[in-house]
């Protein structure tokens, strides 16, 4: 923890210096997209588990406080992509390092022409979606009372992993924090690269599709197009969209499921192993640190696992159903 309020306070007080920021901007905005993803996994997987749940979670999103929300992720997306790229660039030409100031200047650069168009698209889903009487959005005691469930369960999770830790090191008779050997070290080291420039084509993609082309406004709009499938959602509900996007096929192959499990696996395997990186350079008490890499692991395959059942379960008759109730009680 001193190591952290260390970094913060110097870094505020640190001037001039672009590779700082860069990396303190690479930082926080990787614990932003990592925090999101742990929702928004969760939450996608109600569609074919919890449908019910699953369309208050969308009203939620489409709520001002998670609308300025989505603006600050695709930001964080944005810039966390291009700087990922820059720093596999110059691990892979280190001769390349006296032109980092250059190329950091550039990573910014690319995020503002990126972000700008952007920005702009997506303020015309906001004000279109705004623009219209009687919308039924969800207040701040709703969003509160939600996003209070998922706080508990990180409490629980981490007291569980400290639990964990505990026994490990009375039964183990260990003060030793949590290491890997080297060899995996590197090995991870090497994978963080190489799923950077997996996941690009494919996180941006996701982002085009599912917040520039159409978004979380469009998920519950009524005779819209669903896009990437030649269906129209005629319920206008989110449990429809996702379960017609999830079962359109080409050449007999569930596309999306594909591209979505690609996407669900890479982006957990890199964001938890990142987030490892930065557990591990500021938590230096062994009962502390066992638990944070305890949390992550499990963490990540439990992710994994749930993301993975919905994409293999998909969104049955009875979710459809229980959309058309929601549709009719509605009206």
């Excluded at 964080?76 to 720093?87: D, K, P, Q, S, T």
């Excluded at 990573?107 to 168009?117: G, H």
Aim: with cysteine; net charge negative.
């Amino acid at each position: 923890m001193t190591s952290l309020v260390t970094t913060v306070t110097e870094t505020l007080r640190y001037r001039g210096q672009l590779g700082q920021w860069s990396w303190v901007l690479h930082r926080v905005s990787g614990l932003g997209t990592v925090l999101f993803l742990i929702l928004h996994v969760i939450d996608t997987s109600w569609a074919a588990f919890y449908p019910k749940d699953y369309e208050q979670a969308i009203r939620e999103y489409q709520s001002p406080l998670f609308t300025v929300g989505e603006f600050l992720l695709v930001a964080c997306v944005v810039y966390h992509a291009f700087n990922g790229l820059r720093i596999i660039l110059l691990d892979y030409k280190p001769a390349w390092w006296a032109y980092q100031r250059r190329a950091a200047t550039l990573v910014f650069v690319a995020t503002l022409l990126v972000l700008a168009p952007t920005f702009i698209l997506m303020v015309g889903h906001v004000l279109d979606f705004y623009g219209e009487e009687g919308r039924d959005i969800a207040g701040l005691d709703e969003i509160i009372e939600t996003q209070a469930q998922f706080f508990i369960g990180f409490i629980v999770i981490l007291v569980g992993a400290l639990i964990l830790s505990a026994l490990f090191g009375l039964i183990a008779r260990s003060r030793a924090t949590f290491d890997l050997p080297g060899r995996l070290e590197a090995a991870l080291w090497s994978f963080m690269r190489l799923s950077g420039l997996l996941i690009l084509p494919l996180v941006f993609g996701h982002l085009a599709m599912m917040h520039v082309i159409q978004g979380v406004f469009d998920i519950t709009g009524s005779g819209i197009g669903i896009i990437g499938t030649d269906v129209i959602n005629q319920s206008g509900k989110a449990v429809e969209f996702v379960g017609q996007r999830w079962d359109m096929l080409v050449v007999g192959v569930a596309i999306w499921r594909v591209y979505d499990g690609l996407l669900l696996a890479l982006v957990v395997l890199h964001g938890f192993n990142g987030l490892r990186g930065v557990v591990n350079d500021y938590t230096h008490p062994p009962l502390v640190n066992r638990a944070l890499n305890y949390a992550i692991i499990f963490g990540a395959i439990a992710l994994i696992v749930v993301g993975m059942a919905a994409l293999l379960a998909g969104v049955d008759e009875t979710a459809y159903r229980i959309a058309e109730d929601l549709t009719a009680s509605a009206s």
